[in-house]
């Protein structure tokens, strides 16, 4: 869920997981292969990349690129960096042997 527009009374009585709480392989394969290939450009919009990349490995470990185009919609960079952040969980995918 983003953040941005859950109204916290939503999430009364939920498990919150944020960035910092990040710990599964596919969260360590994302976190690497966005160092590698130098995703990001000026960091506004990457938590929620982030966030939703993990989401999608951690549900669907070898996305095709209309599954990474859907899962990622709603994220907006204003830096473009949708090229790289599709090459990012295509290569995170791999590293998770997918
Ligand atoms: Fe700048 Fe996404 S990296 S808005």
């Known amino acids: 869920m983003r953040s941005c527009s859950l109204p916290v009374a939503a999430a ?3 498990n919150i997981t944020t960035i910092e709480g990040l710990k ?3 969260a360590q394969a994302v976190q690497k292969a966005w ?10 919009c990457q ?8 989401a999608l ?8 690129d209309a ?3 859907g899962a990622m919609a709603g994220n907006i960079c204003r830096c473009a960096t949708y090229q790289r952040i599709r090459a990012a969980i295509h290569a995170a ?3 998770l042997g997918a």
């Open 12 to 14: 009364a009585g939920k």
């Open 24 to 26: 599964s392989k596919a």
């Open 35 to 44: 160092v590698e290939l130098d995703v990001v450009q000026c960091g506004y």
């Open 47 to 54: 938590s929620g990349q982030i966030m939703s990349a993990v």
């Open 57 to 64: 490995l951690e549900h669907n470990s070898k996305p095709s």
């Open 67 to 69: 599954d990474i185009d």
């Open 93 to 95: 995918s791999a590293d």
